[in-house]
């Protein structure tokens, strides 16, 4: 069965520091991987995905996220946090062979401190 | 171009009674997702339509359940008798025909039932 672990309910950053949200999957076969973001009282905003090809995804806002097939991972990161960053962000898989049904974690609140 | 819109923003009614949830997805979309998340926890695939037709219903919780998506184009999801533990927010996405494309996601429903 498909799923995603977020290990983390919240993440403290300061900013200008850098930031990681982790984020680690399962699902059977090569996995398709998102990341969203939710502002308050705002749906969900696609921020990148991984498909194919290189490992490292860049995305809006300067984010980027590894995937690493070896430790089922796609953790989100960013060099510089902004407080603007602030919000809820959630991982999302679906398998590539496996129909339109995508899976999310539960989500991890990023708190960035000016 | 618009996006996914959903109505109503909140709604808050009695266990019991009946609820319908609507979303419009972005013009052109063939593919609308409902999602659901509870408080807190992950969010959760309901179902997916490819035009008018269910391809993939295996989240709806029960029969209490009902959507639509008539002529392809809007949806509705029903809700008849809601329970306390339908509480959430209620998201709706859409995607293009093809790939392993991005969804788009309105900006939810706020159900409560008391």
């Known amino acids: 069965a498909q799923s995603v672990a977020q290990p983390e309910d919240q993440v403290n950053v300061a900013e200008g520091n850098p930031l990681t949200v982790k984020c680690t999957y399962s699902?059977?076969?090569?996995?398709?991987l998102f990341w969203y973001v939710q502002y308050p009282n705002r749906g969900l905003q696609f921020l990148l995905k991984?498909?194919?090809?290189?490992?490292l995804v860049k995305g809006s806002y300067g984010f980027e996220a590894e995937f690493n097939k070896s430790q089922t991972s796609f953790h989100l990161k960013k060099p510089s946090a902004l407080v603007s960053d602030s919000a809820l962000y959630f991982c999302a898989v679906r398998a590539s062979s496996g129909g339109f049904k995508t899976i999310f974690g539960a989500g991890t609140r990023l708190f960035v401190k000016a | 171009e618009a996006g996914v819109t959903q109505f109503p923003s909140h709604s808050v009614i009695e266990k019991g009674q009946t609820v319908t949830l609507r979303c419009d997805p972005i013009s052109g979309h063939d593919n609308l997702y409902w999602y659901r998340r509870v408080m807190g926890k992950e969010i959760k695939f309901l179902l997916h339509?490819?035009?008018?037709?269910?391809?993939?219903e295996s989240g709806m919780p029960n029969n209490r359940f009902l959507a639509e998506r008539t002529g392809g184009t809007y949806s509705t999801l029903k809700v008849q008798p809601a329970e306390l533990e339908d509480s959430g927010v209620y998201f709706c996405a859409s995607s293009p025909r093809t790939g392993p494309e991005t969804q788009y996601f309105g900006p939810g429903t706020r159900l409560l039932v008391l």
């Open positions: 339509f490819v035009k008018e037709s269910k391809q993939d």
């Open positions: 699902v059977s076969g090569n996995p398709y």
């Open positions: 991984y498909i194919t090809g290189d490992n």
